[in-house]
């Protein structure tokens, strides 16, 4: 059974700091890999996708990494701005019965202190 | 083009009651998938159709139904309520039966007294 693991599961920055989150699973037989931001109490907003053959994306301040092998991605995060406040979630695709569906961790919560 | 919809965005039901949550995917996409995202949780994939057809399960109870229309758009049916299906309840659209891209709306919250 696949799990998701993110570390930290908070983390408090100035504005302006570089920051990285962390995220972890068991299984290496996936897809893909999905970052998304999560507002409180809303839905989720993609944010960077890899491909299970990629090695990095990058979107603007944003920068994702994935070492499938070693069951590993990482989310950097740029001159973090006070709008970057928000939960922070990582899921992977692996195949079911018939279907693909995505794992999650239980997220990073940030929060940038203006 | 519109993105994912879903309706209504907040209810309130006691336990053993009945609900139906809708969700209206983005143009184009055939595959729709459900998700349950407790308080402090990350989401939990409930099920997923593909052309009107349910083509993959979680681990959640028969209870929790669902059906996807010719237009794509999906419905969630929970069957006698109970107080742990409390929860933010999320449908996601892509092609492809899932493995594109999922496109997430804004959530169903669902409190069960």
């Known amino acids: 059974k696949q799990e998701v693991t993110q570390i930290p599961a908070a983390l408090s920055v100035p504005e302006g700091e570089n920051l990285v989150l962390n995220c972890s699973f068991t299984?290496?037989?996936?897809?893909?890999l999905q970052w998304f931001r999560q507002d409180p109490g809303k839905g989720l907003t993609s944010l960077l996708l890899?491909?299970?053959?990629?090695r990095e994306q990058t979107s603007g301040r944003l920068n994702a990494s994935l070492d499938k092998s070693s069951g590993r991605s990482t989310l950097y995060i740029a001159a973090s701005q006070p709008g970057d406040s928000a939960t922070y979630l990582c899921a992977v695709m692996t195949a079911g019965a018939g279907s693909y569906q995505l794992t999650f961790g239980k997220g990073t919560k940030l929060s940038v202190i203006p | 083009e519109t993105g994912v919809t879903q309706s209504p965005t907040h209810l309130i039901k006691t336990r053993g009651q009945q609900v139906t949550l809708r969700c209206s995917s983005q143009s184009g996409h055939n595959t729709v998938s459900w998700y349950q995202q407790a308080l402090g949780q990350g989401p939990q994939f409930i099920f997923q159709y593909y052309r009107e057809e349910e083509n993959g399960r979680g681990n959640f109870p028969p209870r929790f139904s669902g059906l996807q229309f010719p237009n794509y758009s999906s419905e969630l049916n929970v069957n006698a309520l109970e107080l742990d299906d409390s929860a933010l309840y999320l449908c996601?659209?892509?092609?492809?039966?899932?493995?594109?891209?999922?496109?997430f709306g804004p959530g169903t919250r669902l409190l069960v007294l």
């Open positions: 890899i491909q299970s053959s990629q």
């Open positions: 996601a659209s892509s092609l492809g039966q899932g493995i594109e891209t999922q496109y």
């Open positions: 299984d290496s037989a996936i897809y893909n």
